[in-house]
Nanobody
Framework: QVQLVESGGGLEQAGGSLRLSCAAS????????MGWYRQAPGRQRELVAT???????NYADSMKGRFTISRDNTKNTVDLQMNSLRPEDTAVYYC??????????????WGKGTLVTVSS
């Protein structure tokens, strides 16, 4: 089993910054692509950003230049630095990991989500 623990959500004013972190533990051999998704009330879950095991990143257009995704392979963590926050960034943010388990299965795991609220 693999456990994901997300942290860093909260309430911030427009223009401010928040940093989200997701730590994975358990039966992990290695981690492939790691990412963050978000779901606003009444909307579908959408991609925020992903980062491959080699460090290549991909961002949704509305996050480019404001958000930065990073990972620490020694700690099995993925972070999302969010700057210049906007009220429309308000959502539950979910960590998503592609895990190679110790018995060499490829599994996709989702965190439980952390709420980010941006006030105007």
């Amino acid at each position: 089993q693999v456990q994901l623990v997300e942290s860093g959500g909260g309430l911030e004013q427009a223009g401010g910054s928040l940093r989200l972190s997701c730590a994975a533990s358990g039966s992990i051999f290695s981690l492939n692509t790691m990412g963050w998704y978000r779901q606003a009330p009444g909307r579908q879950r959408e991609l925020v950003a992903t980062i491959t095991s080699g460090g290549s990143t991909n961002y949704a257009d509305s996050m480019k230049g404001r958000f930065t995704i990073s990972r620490d392979n020694t700690k099995n963590t993925v972070d999302l630095q969010m700057n210049s926050l906007r009220p429309e960034d308000t959502a539950v943010y979910y960590c998503n990991l592609e895990v190679i388990t110790r018995n060499y299965y490829t599994m996709i795991y989702w965190g439980k989500g952390t709420l980010v609220t941006v006030s105007s």
